[in-house]
């Protein structure tokens, strides 16, 4: 399938990532690999993006790929871009505590946000950059962006996290197991197994309630699962995978049903925030967000995994004065 931007306008979609470090660069490699997107990979250090750039496009001969990379220092590079992906920030170090890291993320988040603004007014920006909820309101906050073309990647990678579970447990195919995770992202995260299926069949059906709840809670500690392996450095693979779908989706105007943090005005109950939920993806960004039937318990998890996000939203503003 052609990308909706080559057949109207003749020109390749073009993705601007900000931050080329392991999910940033990753991410570039399956665009461009993958025929989707051209990318301008733009990073703080002089030198990582323009080699990171060379490298990819040495390959693309053996790759036979048609997509072009650039990196670049300069955000005059990224002008045009159809999305812009945020995934610059620093990750927290041995003695930095939350409030340290959410201060410093904000301030790379929202100055990034500004600089490529002026270059691309009708980018759709996707946020990876953590605190994940939180960084995506700030992008959104303070920016002119309407709510539809802000979004955050998480609920995509919870629910593949997921999903990689169920089909280990149950020895079936990953292909025939659907995952539903919403809420915030990390600790916050609202699994609903009534709405992950095996083919359709709901996994309430084919297991436990103890079992599922070991799923759950593998699910909610899956970033760190693998920064415990990793010992340095956080996970990309599945993010960078997770981000790529998402793209996939607003490019080809696919209309995916996908979890995204997205901004709430009214749904779920919750005002003013952005939390992930279950929505339809197409070329004008989030195009529809679906309200699904939650328990009194589900929602007043959503609800306080809402109140989590707000009071560190607030936190974020002030350093921002
Ligand atoms: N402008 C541009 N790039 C920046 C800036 C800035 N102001 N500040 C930092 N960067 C770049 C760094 O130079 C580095 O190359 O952001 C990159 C971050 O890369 P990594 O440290 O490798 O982090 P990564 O694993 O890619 O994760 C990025 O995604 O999943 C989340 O929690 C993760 O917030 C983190 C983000």
Redo the contacts with the bound molecule.
């Keep these: 399938m052609e990308s909706i931007y080559l057949s109207s306008c003749n020109r390749l979609a073009k993705v601007t990532i ?7 660069r990753t991410l570039a490699q399956r665009l461009i690999e993958r025929n989707i997107a051209d990318v301008c990979l ?4 002089e030198g ?1 993006p323009q080699g990171i750039a060379l490298d990819l496009t040495e390959a693309q001969g053996l790759e036979s790929h048609h997509c072009e990379i650039m990196g670049t220092n300069h955000y005059q590079d990224t002008e045009n871009s159809d999305i812009v992906v945020l ?5 927290r170090k041995p003695g930095m505590s939350r409030d340290d890291l959410l201060k410093i ?1 904000a301030k ?1 988040v929202t ?2 946000t500004q600089k490529s603004l002026q270059y691309s007014p009708n980018a759709i920006y996707l946020v ?3 605190p994940l909820d939180v960084m995506t309101y700030l992008v959104w906050k303070t920016s002119t962006l309407p709510k539809n073309k802000v979004m955050g990647m998480a609920g995509v990678l919870d629910s593949a996290r997921l999903q990689t579970f169920i089909a280990w447990q149950l020895g079936v195919s990953i292909h025939d197991v659907q995952g539903m995770v919403l809420g915030g992202h990390g600790d916050l995260m609202l699994p609903i197994p009534r709405y992950c299926t095996v083919s359709g069949i709901p996994i309430t059906e084919l297991m436990d309630a103890q079992t599922i709840e070991s799923l759950v809670q593998r699910t909610r500690d899956g970033g760190a699962e693998v920064v415990r392996l990793l010992k340095t ?4 693979y599945a ?1 960078a995978s997770s981000a790529c779908y998402m793209i996939e989706s607003i490019l080809f105007n696919q209309s995916r049903l996908l979890t995204a943090a997205a901004y709430l005005d009214g749904e779920y109950g919750l005002n003013d925030i952005f939390l992930g939920v279950p929505c339809r993806l197409g070329s004008d960004g989030i195009e529809k967000i679906v309200e699904l039937g939650l328990t009194e318990a589900e929602k007043a998890i959503l609800h306080s995994s809402g109140d989590s996000v707000r009071d560190s939203v607030e936190v974020a503003l002030n350093f921002l004065k």
């Design positions: 900000i931050g080329a470090g392991n999910v940033g733009l990073d703080i250090v990582l995934t610059a920030g620093v990750a993320n790379i100055e990034a990876v950059t953590n450095g956080s996970a990309y993010p």
